[in-house]
């Protein structure tokens, strides 16, 4: 069985300093990983995904995550935080269970930043 | 190019109402879902569909029913709503090795 743990229910960051979003999961195979933002009364929409090739991906709005297999993490991370990033974050493992490839979701990070 | 439309997006039921949630996509996907989303829980899987024809229970599948019309169409269905049902229900379509779209969410208050 496949599941997410996202170490932080609520970040509150600084405009303009470092954004670091934790994220751990287990899997019985090779997982594919994927970071989705949520809006205020939006739908999800997908950041980046790590799907078997670079360890280090980058994804949309400067985003970025490193794939550490001996860790089980998948942290997200941005250099800069703006105030537009204030959002809510899942992190999400996709791995065979049943007929189809599931996404198993963690509970969300709410980011906050801090004018 | 609308990629997953659900629909309605706001629904107020009474308890014990039923009522049937639509989503459509239009990208060529074999596999769909229904997932719910409520406060601090992420979203939680409620049936999922590999393909036409096929349909399977996910976590939280009590009290609901689905059904994969075609291969554009994956219907949700409450028989006899419940307050505990109120949630933001998406929908979602996925090919083969990528990621997942999501519809814009279709808000339902039971009460």
């Known amino acids: 069985a496949q599941s997410v743990t996202q170490l932080d229910s609520h970040v509150s960051v600084s405009e303009g300093t470092p954004v670091l979003l934790r994220c751990n999961y287990s899997?019985?195979?090779?997982?594919?990983l994927f970071w989705y933002v949520q809006h205020p009364n939006k739908g999800l929409q997908l950041l980046l995904k790590?799907?078997?090739?670079?360890?280090l991906v980058k994804g949309i709005n400067g985003f970025e995550a490193e794939f550490k297999k001996s860790e089980t993490s998948f942290h997200l991370t941005k250099p800069s935080a703006h105030m537009s990033d204030a959002a809510e974050y899942f992190c999400?493992?996709?791995?065979?269970?049943?007929?189809?490839?599931?996404?198993?979701f963690g509970s969300g990070t709410q980011l906050t930043v801090l004018p | 190019n609308a990629g997953v439309t659900q629909t309605p997006k706001f629904q107020v039921l009474k308890t014990g109402q039923s009522m049937t949630l639509q989503c459509a996509q239009d990208?060529?996907?074999?596999?769909m879902y229904w997932y719910r989303q409520d406060p601090g829980m992420g979203l939680r899987l409620i049936y999922y569909?590999?393909?036409?024809?096929?349909?399977d229970k996910g976590e939280v599948p009590n009290g609901y029913n689905v059904s994969r019309l075609n291969k554009r169409e994956f219907s949700l269905r409450l028989e006899s709503a419940a307050p505990s049902q109120t949630s933001v229900y998406f929908c979602?379509?996925?090919?083969?090795?990528?990621?997942?779209?999501f519809g814009q969410g279709t808000r339902l208050t039971v009460v």
């Open positions: 979602a379509t996925r090919g083969s090795n990528t990621e997942a779209f």
């Open positions: 899997s019985s195979y090779s997982p594919s």
């Open positions: 790590y799907t078997s090739a670079a360890t």
């Open positions: 999400v493992v996709s791995d065979f269970s049943g007929s189809a490839r599931q996404l198993t």
């Open positions: 990208m060529n996907h074999n596999s």
């Open positions: 569909s590999a393909s036409e024809g096929t349909t």
